[in-house]
């Protein structure tokens, strides 16, 4: 079974740009999280979808949002690009809370 | 609210030695506990989860941690170390009803040959 994919994998933006980030879960998972890892403030968890709706929230600003789809895939979305918005982003998917969330490789983002 | 502590930043161990990584949680009911290892540049890989059961969790790589609950604890232990071990390694707790997992900031395993 395939693993959790997200792409790209190195993305360089400057400040005040958006950016998008996908994420593919392993298949017959319908849970989605995302995490933010920085070296000031490790992982954070950012938000979770579930059947295409969000279930939870971390605590970051409205810049940061996702969606998922049909298919389980997700996106997230960052808006108005600051400078500590340079991260590791890693998404997690499971099939369910109180099961297991596998992570992806993550997506490494540079804000210029 | 629930949070994760692992008191050591940095480890240095030789190869063939035994080492514990020290985790403590805040929760106020069973937590689900997780440890997770992160090679440089690369995501998480799961070594081990504690939903219930039997304290003792064996999990990949020959890692085990034990859930003691009087302590709030979950160290994470191996009883011979090998180089590629060498990475950073991070304590998750997450509740029953969600996927917000909480990650202690992380122990950095260096291992000397």
């Known amino acids: 079974k395939a693993g959790v994919t997200q792409t790209p994998r190195y993305l360089i933006k400057t400040r005040g740009q958006q950016v998008t980030l996908s994420c593919s879960p392993i298949?017959?998972?319908?849970?989605v999280s995302w995490y933010q890892q920085t070296p000031g403030q490790g992982l954070q968890f950012l938000f979770e979808y579930f059947s295409e709706t969000q279930r939870n929230k971390g605590n970051f600003p409205g810049r940061f949002s996702g969606r998922q789809f049909s298919n389980s895939r997700s996106e997230m979305n960052v808006s108005t690009l600051e400078l500590g918005d340079s991260a590791l982003y890693l998404c997690?998917?499971?099939?369910?809370?109180?099961?297991?969330?596998?992570f992806g490789p993550g997506t490494r983002l540079l804000v210029l | 609210a629930q949070s994760v502590t692992q008191p050591d930043i940095h480890i240095t161990v030789s190869e063939g030695a035994s080492l514990e990584l020290r985790c403590n949680y805040s929760?106020?009911?069973?937590?689900?506990l997780f440890w997770y290892v992160q090679s440089p540049g690369q995501g998480l890989q799961l070594l081990l989860k504690y939903f219930s059961g039997d304290t003792l969790v064996q999990g990949i790589k020959g890692f085990e941690a034990e859930f003691k609950r009087s302590q709030s604890s979950f160290n994470l232990r191996k009883p011979s170390v090998h180089w590629s071990d060498a990475a950073e390694y991070f304590c998750?707790?997450?509740?029953?009803?969600?996927?917000?997992?909480?990650f202690g900031a992380g122990t950095r395993l260096t291992v000397k040959p």
């Open positions: 929760y106020g009911a069973t937590p689900y």
């Open positions: 997690a998917s499971s099939r369910d809370h109180q099961e297991t969330q596998y």
């Open positions: 998750a707790v997450a509740s029953y009803n969600n996927n917000d997992m909480r």
């Open positions: 298949s017959g998972h319908r849970s």
